[in-house]
């Protein structure tokens, strides 16, 4: 069964730094997703992207972030200048939506540690 | 804005019995409630999900119900098994993003 696949699987940068996450979402998917888990905290949503464009965004999605299909296969996330409380789980996730229901599969997470 | 409240946010029950986890959503627009079973350090599987055109599914010991009226939905795990535990989450959706629930912490006690 297809899955989405991220790497790397735990990062750890410097506060300044900047992180690429990248994702491979589900080949015949047309639908992308980035979200967050703060340890011990629910999941957000962050950025949903599509046709080349993002398609909504969250309030934690600002300037620090962007996101970016580079080719066929690839999706990444930049956070151009961590902060200490960018430190969290980013979950990829990608779909292919039927009509007016959204299944999004999950990605296994890239942790971030930012010191 | 949107919002998803789920409770428990903990929930201990003996191998066997029954749990039940419940959400509600506000946003009036959702029509897609998944719920996802996330062990410790994994990324969220789907284990369910239900659409706003039915009002019950049922999984072989999993069951969803909805109610949309009241903008309700309960998870229900019947006999269960030690590997049943872990984290669940509700979400509710109608558009791009999911909105999650806070999470309940499942233990299922041998």
């Known amino acids: 069964e297809p899955e989405v696949t991220q790497t790397p699987s735990h990062q750890v940068t410097q506060m300044g730094q900047e992180v690429i996450l990248r994702c491979v979402p589900i080949?015949?998917?047309?639908?992308f997703y980035w979200y967050r888990q703060i340890l011990g905290q629910k999941v957000e949503f962050l950025v949903s992207?599509?046709?080349?464009?993002?398609?909504?965004k969250s309030e934690i999605f600002d300037d620090q972030f962007s996101v970016e299909r580079p080719d066929g296969s690839n999706f990444t996330l930049k956070i151009r200048s961590t902060k200490l409380e960018d430190s969290a789980m980013y979950f990829c996730?990608?779909?292919?939506?039927?009509?007016?229901?959204?299944?999004?599969?999950f990605g296994p997470g890239t942790r971030l540690t930012v010191l | 804005g949107e919002n998803v409240e789920q409770h428990p946010s903990t929930l201990s029950v003996q191998e066997g019995d029954s749990a039940v986890i419940k959400c509600t959503y506000s946003?009036?627009?959702?029509?897609?409630f998944p719920w996802y079973k996330q062990e410790l350090g994994k990324r969220p599987q789907l284990i369910i999900d239900?659409?706003?055109?039915?009002g019950e599914k049922k999984d072989q010991r999993i069951a969803v119900t909805l109610n949309k009226t009241a903008k309700h939905f309960s998870l229900h795990i019947t006999e269960t098994q030690p590997e049943d535990s872990a984290v669940y989450f509700c979400?509710?959706?109608?558009?791009?993003?999911?909105?999650f629930g806070t999470g309940t912490r499942l233990k299922v006690l041998a």
């Open positions: 239900i659409r706003s055109n039915v």
């Open positions: 996730a990608s779909s292919d939506w039927e009509g007016v229901y959204n299944e999004q599969f």
């Open positions: 979400a509710a959706t109608g558009t791009y993003k999911y909105i």
């Open positions: 080949s015949n998917h047309l639908y």
């Open positions: 946003d009036s627009a959702s029509n897609y």
């Open positions: 992207f599509y046709n080349n464009e993002i398609s909504e």
